[in-house]
């Protein structure tokens, strides 16, 4: 028996237990329930949520932030952060001005340094790590290159590496993964936010008071002459779009090539490395699934969306359409970046995006050139989304 039919089945007697299946399978079983769908029921109604699962309706459903908008996570990041902040408005100059503004500031000339001092840490990491013949890769290396590129290309290392850290899961905790709403974990991140921005607020200032640094993203800002408020918030910003989700794909991206043995040996000896890590990355993306409220009717492939409907757009699903994708269950280095939705895409697509690739990618490269890599322990993840342990052996 197919999802459909299953899922059908179950519906008809629990409508509730239909929706725990779904969202088992979402993580479980993505690729085939995705398959589905797309064939099947490409807008996929279910009790709780809609899932939207070809690429021309994802990319539709990304690109009309006034039909399709923020509201299902705006709130919970605004309240973590005192204030509003550009991923949690839609269609507004505030968020026209702020997203210009650090796409100004994170210059994509930046690259090449950003990938050297990335790869920079990463080695610092194996180094540390190979006398022992095995690293637990999410905490001895991907996150500690992401805090490193905080501290020092955002000019943020909070008050320490583990409290940073631990503010950023709080918050995306609850934005992202808090489907049911717990107040503990709200309340939480309202916590951590609050104590993020505090801090951020006394290093503000310091270097208004003369020890400032240069350079670093923090002081660019600073140097603005925007409202100090704005200025935090946005700084705040930063480890939220990075800390867990760089490391996040970086998992994912190294697991994939690691079941790819003939691929792996191939990409090591490439000078263009990163294609592999993207076309890896598809194969499991970090972001699966972006949520958006539906603010009025709105029709997509067929099926009517009604106003108030909690909207899934399937980026990871998207990025399987034959439709769109030459052979998507293929693995090919030559598929071109318009098909790849991993940093979202139209109105909210990621602003952090020059940065990041080249961390994600340079991080990975470090790792997988090192002689003798392979798998002790698979990838464990906490709340089925953020990869919390992953055990590799090196050569000692
Ligand atoms: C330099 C590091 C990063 C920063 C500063 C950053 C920041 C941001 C910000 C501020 C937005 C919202 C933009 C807007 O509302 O217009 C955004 C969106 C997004 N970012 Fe990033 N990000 C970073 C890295 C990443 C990474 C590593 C990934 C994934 C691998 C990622 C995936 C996304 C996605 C999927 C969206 C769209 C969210 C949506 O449409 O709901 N970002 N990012």
Redesign the pocket.
């Known amino acids: 028996m197919g999802h459909l039919e299953k899922y059908d089945d179950v519906l008809a007697r629990d409508p509730m237990a239909a929706f725990g299946l779904v969202r088992e399978w979402m993580r479980t079983e993505w690729r085939e329930l995705f398959a589905e769908l797309r064939e099947r029921r490409p807008v996929f109604v279910t009790p709780v949520f809609t899932v939207v699962t070809r690429f021309a309706d994802v990319t539709e459903v990304?690109s009309l932030e006034e039909v399709f908008s923020?509201r299902a996570f705006g709130p919970r990041l605004d309240a973590a952060l005192g204030g509003a902040f550009?991923?949690a408005r839609d269609g507004t100059a505030m968020?026209w001005r702020e997203?210009g503004l650090?796409q100004y500031l994170?210059d994509p000339d930046d690259a090449a340094e950003v990938r050297a001092m990335a790869g920079r840490l990463a080695d610092e990491a194996l180094d540390a790590a190979a006398p022992n013949g095995k690293i637990e890769v999410v905490h001895e290396l991907f996150r500690p290159v992401a805090l490193g590129v905080c501290a020092e290309y955002f000019g943020f290392p909070g008050p320490d590496a583990a409290t940073l850290s631990r503010w950023s899961r709080t918050i995306i905790a609850d934005c992202f993964a808090n489907y049911l709403g717990d107040p503990a974990i709200q309340a939480a991140s309202v916590e951590a936010g609050t104590q993020m921005i505090a801090h951020l607020r006394e290093q503000l200032a310091l270097r208004r008071s003369g020890e400032a640094r240069s350079g670093d993203v923090f002081s660019r800002l600073a140097a603005t002459g925007c409202d100090d408020e704005r200025i935090l918030i946005n700084m705040a910003?930063?480890p939220l779009?990075?800390v867990e989700?760089?490391p996040?794909?970086m998992v994912e991206a190294t697991e994939q090539l690691l079941l790819r043995p003939e691929v792996l040996s191939q990409a090591v000896h490439d000078d263009d490395f990163d294609r592999y890590v993207w076309e890896a990355l598809r194969f499991n993306p970090?972001?699966k699934l972006?949520?958006r409220i539906c603010e009025r009717d709105h029709e997509l492939s067929g099926t009517l969306i009604p106003a108030g409907t909690f909207v899934l757009a399937a980026?990871a699903s998207a990025m399987f359409d034959a439709d769109v994708l030459a052979e998507p269950e293929s693995f090919r280095l030559d598929r071109p970046r318009h098909h790849q939705l991993?940093?979202?895409h139209g109105?909210?697509?990621?602003?952090?995006?020059h940065?990041?690739r080249v961390?994600?990618c340079e991080a990975v490269r470090r790792l997988l050139r090192r002689p003798g890599v392979h798998v002790i322990e698979g990838v464990a993840r906490s709340n089925g989304i953020f990869p919390d342990r992953f055990v590799l052996g090196l050569e000692a």
């Open positions: 990304l923020v550009m991923l968020n997203k650090m994170l910003g930063l779009g990075f989700s760089a996040g794909a970090f972001f972006l949520p980026a991993f940093f979202g109105h909210h697509a990621c602003v952090g995006v940065p990041a961390v994600i």
